[in-house]
């Protein structure tokens, strides 16, 4: 084993004085049989980490709580949270997990976009950047209003509504209205100006079965290394009817965001300039001025990690959905859910114009013109990227029972209609823009896409309980797309692609009727419990125009054409088996444990791969790139978890996780055999150690957290890789008991502080495509936050 590896674990497992909590909650019970009120209550009283033996899941099912996420920070995203599980490799360069254009997630050699998400049951689509068919959890609900998360980390449930879980599925679920009257007032405040002012009213049970909240919450943070400033505002609404009849469930999430992005560095072996960071110039515009030559270069010595004005990324929401559970009798219930959602978004970099193939794409559209005049004189332009979703849903769920079975069957519709623009404007010298403007009057659109996409999915399952300690659980899915996309604004001949004449227009059809699940579940005892499960999945075709591994981002009609008539859809199969265990015991001052093993293997075929036979001019203009399979992926990995609790006030929770993804072939690019074949899955590492400590001292809770991520290769071809990381965050908490009393309630504080050991590095790292050059955003400085809250 590695020793930085093994240092890392003996250093975990050093820890029994710091020992008290840990948070993993693998297999939680079946929700749907429990109300959500009484859910939330048991959880909140609940030790950390406490193994749900009596789960009815035959996969590895991992929870998170409301109250295990905000412990790590106030505010946190959803999928950020995760990091402290097994087998979870997140990465982005705030400690909130919320800037989105640099984010990194692994999960089992899987990547984010092959990945399933659903909040409270809708649709989020693949969490890609640019996206196009759903939105990022912390957009569509609050954090502090998150209940719970659950990750099932080698196969979803089959009536999980997506077209992208390959290899597993993040579900994340609003909290429930409180039963009793209340406001609840939350404000952090911390390093880099950081501001966040979370409210939040509850009606408590009013009428017949009713009870409603509503909450927003203001967040603001300067970047660490550049003046830009993160935030945004959101709102949520929850409305929930409980009768005779069944429940009603109304949701309501507006979002409104605005942050800068960071710009990664470039490495390989011919960049001499290798910064740390890339910071932005902004608001700085004479400095942005002197930085360039006279015809919008940049300074020779720093190659490609050139310095941009700014970058940002502009997000608007709305989500709502609506949700009867109807009781049809004592043992049938029928869910019907409706839901739609906007999303008016542009992502934006206001850079030079003499670097990355611009003159060349500029004079297309400009010829023998003076190109710093054209574009106001200061040697910028701002480029945007401007993507409107509309969609809009329907699931519908009947469950039964007969005898010892338990019947499902479901049916997901959705038709999304998407866009995305690439435009250039003019970044005037007397009035420059601001990462804070949506900008207007175009010079160039480069290219338009609008695609019409219908989504349809069909799921049935049966659970029979052969005996009263085992079960037989099997089932299947269906999975179809119809996907139309047109361009309506075609770029000009070589204004994308070396020798495109025009982007591809035309209609896909993918179907996959059968997609088959397995497993059983043993109870061994009334402690402990085994799982098998086999599930096969589908990844349906990326529906996006103009960019990525889509076929309607390919660089001709006949490429197109091509691929419509002879790719194939990814798909995986997964195995998996483990135990899960929770004991009490009278060891002296240990007290009790709990935890899981899982060990799983994954065969992942057709894998899709964007490749180009023709040189790449710039990140501007490409290649003339195809879209291929590119072979199989085989996966072993082995997850163990696990709790050990001393007495009520101490708990150490460790995650230990292996993972080896492998490439089974190579693949041509062109006339060139690009040697992948035994190579390990870039990006994800094979080695992670997580651990959570928490010391409780009268009325002060200590909570240690580590995170190790091993080495992660970072390219195809294994040539460069990037170390090793190892992060720790300290959390402080407890009562403010001279506020409480009167008309205040439980008033407390929390203070938080990211990177203790304020360590520096390479965070995540981007794929390069070919070997000799990757791409890396650096890790965060230490950073501290106190937040204040109360109940009124």
């Known amino acids: 084993m590695n020793k930085k590896f093994s240092a890392v674990c003996f250093a975990a ?18 929700m749907a049989d ?19 033996v009596a789960t009815r899941k035959t996969r590895s099912s991992v929870d998170l709580t409301k109250d295990d996420m905000q412990k790590i920070l106030p505010g946190i995203n959803p999928l950020k949270a995760l990091q402290t599980l097994p087998g979870v490799s997140f990465q982005t360069a705030d400690p909130w997990g919320n800037n989105e254009q640099n984010l990194s997630l692994f999960i089992h050699g899987f990547s984010g976009p092959q990945l399933g998400y659903t909040m409270d049951g809708v649709p989020l689509g693949d969490q890609q950047y640019g996206n196009y068919n759903g939105l990022s959890p912390q957009r569509a609900v609050i954090s502090e209003n998150v209940g719970r998360v659950i990750l099932s980390s080698g196969a979803g449930d089959l009536s999980t509504a997506s077209t992208s879980n390959l290899g597993g599925t993040i579900e994340t679920f609003s909290a429930n209205p409180l039963a009793s009257r209340n406001l609840a007032v939350q404000q952090t405040v911390g390093s880099y100006k950081t501001s966040r002012t979370y409210l939040r009213y509850d009606t408590g049970n009013f ?17 660490w290394d550049f003046q830009g400033r993160q935030g945004g505002d959101q709102i949520n609404a929850k409305y929930v009817n409980n009768s005779s009849l069944g429940k009603l469930t109304l949701f309501v999430d507006y979002s409104d965001k605005i942050e800068p992005n960071e710009d990664s560095t470039v490495r390989s072996a011919t960049e001499k300039y290798q910064p740390y960071t890339r910071p932005f110039m902004y608001p700085n515009f004479q400095q942005a001025l002197s930085y360039l030559s006279p015809t919008g270069g940049t300074p020779a010595a720093e190659g490609n990690n050139y310095r941009n004005y700014y970058s940002d990324a502009q997000r608007t929401d709305y ?26 978004g542009v992502g934006v970099v206001a850079g030079p114009i003499g670097v990355a193939g611009l003159p060349a794409l500029f004079a297309v559209y400009f010829p023998g013109q003076n190109l710093k005049q054209v574009f106001g ?6 480029r945007t990227t401007e993507y409107v979703i509309n969609r809009n849903g329907w699931l519908s769920t009947l469950n039964t029972e007969f005898g010892d079975h338990k019947l499902q069957a479901g049916l997901w519709l959705e038709h999304n209609r998407s866009s995305a623009y690439r435009r250039w404007y003019a970044l005037d010298v007397n009035n420059p823009s601001s990462p804070y403007d949506r900008p207007s009057n175009p010079l160039i659109t480069q290219y338009g896409s609008e695609i019409d996409n219908k989504v349809a999915q069909i799921h049935l399952q049966d659970e029979w309980r052969v005996r009263p300690d085992l079960a037989l659980q099997a089932g299947f899915k269906s999975s179809l797309q119809f996907a139309d996309g047109q361009f309506p604004v075609q770029p000009k001949a070589g204004a994308i692609a070396n020798g495109s004449l025009a982007l591809p227009v035309g209609e896909i059809i993918t179907k996959k009727w059968f997609l088959p699940q397995a497993g059983a579940r043993w109870d061994i005892t009334a402690q402990d419990q085994m799982f098998v499960n086999v599930q096969k999945n589908m990844r349906q075709f990326v529906t996006y125009g103009g960019g990525g591994a889509s076929p309607w981002s390919l660089a001709s009609q006949q490429a197109f054409d091509l691929f419509r008539d002879t790719a194939k859809p990814e798909t995986s199969v997964t195995y998996e088996a483990g135990l899960r265990s929770s004991h009490q015991l009278n060891m002296g001052a240990v007290t009790a444990f709990d935890g899981q093993v899982n060990l799983y293997h994954v065969d992942f075929k057709d894998r899709l791969l964007t490749i180009s036979p023709t040189p790449v001019i710039s990140s501007i203009i490409g290649g003339n790139p195809l879209l291929a399979n590119v072979g199989s992926v085989k996966t072993d990995g082995i997850d163990l978890s696990g709790t050990v609790h001393f007495g009520r006030g101490f708990s150490f929770y460790n995650a230990l996780s292996y993972n080896h993804s492998t490439y089974q072939d190579n693949y041509l690019n062109g006339k060139d055999v690009v040697a992948t074949a035994g190579k390990a899955v870039p990006g994800s590492p094979e080695w992670m150690n997580k651990f959570v400590a928490t010391a409780t001292v009268a009325d002060t809770e200590f909570q240690l957290i580590g995170d190790y991520v091993g080495k992660r290769y970072a390219t195809y071809t294994n040539d460069l890789s990037v170390p090793s990381y190892f992060l720790m965050s300290l959390g402080v908490s407890g009562k403010l008991p001279f506020l409480n009393g009167g008309w205040v309630k439980n008033a407390r504080y929390r203070l938080n502080v990211s990177n203790l ?32 809250m109360a109940d009124f």
């Not at 004189?377 to 701002?382: E, H, P, R």
């Not at 070997?771 to 965060?780: D, E, H, K, L, V």
């Open 13 to 30: 497992l050093s820890f029994p004085m710091l020992a008290m909590a840990a948070n993993v909650a693998a297999a939680v019970a079946d």
């Open 34 to 52: 429990t109300p959500a009120a009484e859910v939330e209550a048991a959880a909140a009283a609940a030790p950390m980490a406490v193994v749900e």
């Open 377 to 382: 004189n200061s040697g910028y332009a701002t």
């Open 207 to 223: 009428g017949d079965g009713s009870s409603a909240y509503i909450s927003g919450v203001h967040h603001e943070q300067k970047a």
């Open 319 to 344: 989500l709502t959905y609506a949700k009867f559970d109807m009781n049809l009798g004592e043992s049938t219930t029928w869910s019907n859910q409706v839901y739609y959602h906007n999303d008016d």
């Open 757 to 788: 050991a304020d360590r520096a590095g390479s965070l995540n790292v981007v794929v390069g495509a070919a070997s000799g050059t990757y791409n890396t955003f650096p890790i965060a400085p230490r950073q501290g936050f106190l937040t204040l």
